[in-house]
């Protein structure tokens, strides 16, 4: 893993089944599946639920700084605990809460290559055993604005005031506008396509078939052939944002881009707001 | 009818059966299903597809000054056409198909009473005649942006730059939040609840059993009864902006409020965007 930008961000089943009671360590689970962690979990690790743990209770946005630090204190962890996150579907919901952590500034943060599924695969152990945070002390932070992109930041974008790469990670189908949102998903839109301008370069091209990211000569490889390069920045968006977390994080640990923001909002806020431009290519694909 | 302040915005069956293929009339049938249409209508009525023919193809938005223009021209409509909408759902989108042409300054408006239900009700007859319509001359119009309530104009409300009051016309179990949309419904938004200071007055309210309205003075004590008086600008909302051009219909032409506009983003959009207030209201019910 040495090539990558940054190689300790990384840790292999190996090492967290070895380290997952550690002192200084606090491992966590977060799954798209929020069952998934009752059913059985790396041994120590707690696990977070995005829908009701990681997001406002009400309105769509993420925890706010108070209820972040609240988080943090509840799970035991300091400013100098090493949260290693991991959890299902290529450790989608675990990049996403990865990229919660360091927007709050949380330093060390450690992704568990693989995720859920190879820890699965390799038969390592499944605990069911409740394991109880000792209270923390943990400040209220302060935002790291620079990794967030607002809808407003798009909008800048595409006016020209802004420079960035736009990165859409969905689906082919997703990105041409055949169809919305996946088949069963109820994250849907008014409007399905793309943003004007972003590069169509699904998640899934960045790992490889056991879920551990690619080598980081094929990432750059991958994103720089789309034209994505650390040149300027880079605005990485997918549906609800979980996706373009996992990119978010690519780009960001694996290849050191220098800056780069996940859209949170996603297609669910753009393709429903009034007025945003959209672009669809559906023409090529009825043309026999 | 003659309490409404606009009596002459209202048509009855009776008229229209008696009118629709009169010289400077052109009726039109928008509806839900849009397949109602051609499955019979008023003879010499024409119908448009809300799906299609009056919003963008691609973006999100109603049809720009351009389009409103050609679909004026190829309906064979003048700016001295009097137009006269109907529709099926107790007209929700006639209403709104007539929020468009009153936001394009289109002066000759007429509502039919009762909609296409009362008309099928009556058993008057139903045409499958296909209406050519000779293509007229129509400039391309200034919108009346102070019927329209953008997305930004709610934040103003909320944040005290601007008064007015909020009427959400939606079902109580959406205003609560305990549903995000009627069941079936693909119109859907990440969050439930409503509008921060938003009343509560279903569009249904305002209409009879046979889906004419309901007289000006019950309509008055309806919203007057809810705070909702002329007295400042009003905003109408609901999920995708129809039964909200209902309520506007109403409270502007019925009721003769000066300052209404129709939110049609509603709440597909407000209930998706990140950030954006919501107040849920589920505690109560969950009480017993």
Redesign the interface.
């Known amino acids: 893993m040495s090539d990558y930008a940054d190689p300790d961000i990384l840790v292999s089943t190996a090492w967290v089944a070895e380290h997952s009671r550690d002192a200084g360590i606090r491992v966590v689970e977060v799954d798209v599946d929020t069952s998934s962690y009752a059913q059985g979990h790396v041994d120590g690790s707690i696990g977070w639920n995005w829908q009701t743990e990681l997001q406002h209770a ?4 993420i925890l706010d700084p108070l209820g972040f630090a609240e988080l943090m204190r509840r799970s035991g962890i300091t400013p100098d605990t090493t949260v290693v996150l991991y959890g299902d579907n290529n450790n989608w919901f675990a990049c996403w809460a990865l990229w919660l952590l360091s927007f709050y500034g949380h330093a060390k943060l450690r992704l568990m290559n693989g995720g859920r599924k190879k820890w699965i695969e390799e038969k390592r152990p499944l605990s069911t055993a409740t394991v109880a945070a000792t209270p923390s002390h943990y400040p209220v932070p302060a935002p790291n604005l620079d990794l967030r992109a ?2 407003d930041h798009i909008f800048a974008v595409l006016e020209g005031q802004r420079s960035a790469h736009l990165v859409d990670v969905r689906s082919p189908d997703e990105f041409t ?1 055949k169809v919305i949102a996946p088949p069963g998903m ?6 399905g ?1 793309h943003i004007p301008g972003a590069a169509s370069i699904p998640w899934a091209q960045a790992v490889l078939e056991d879920g551990t990211f690619k080598t980081a000569d094929a990432l750059r490889q991958l994103y720089a052939g789309k034209g994505v390069t650390g040149d300027k920045e880079v605005i990485a968006y997918c549906r ?1 944002g979980e996706r373009s977390a996992h990119t978010w994080f690519v780009l960001r640990y694996l290849l050191g881009y220098g800056r780069v923001r996940n859209y ?2 996603s297609w ?2 753009w ?10 290519e559906l023409a090529a694909t009825a043309v026999g």
């Open positions: 009400v309105r769509r946005d607002r809808r506008g109820t994250e849907t839109a008014q409007r396509g609800i949170d909002g669910t806020e393709g429903n707001i009034v007025g945003a431009p959209i672009e669809r």
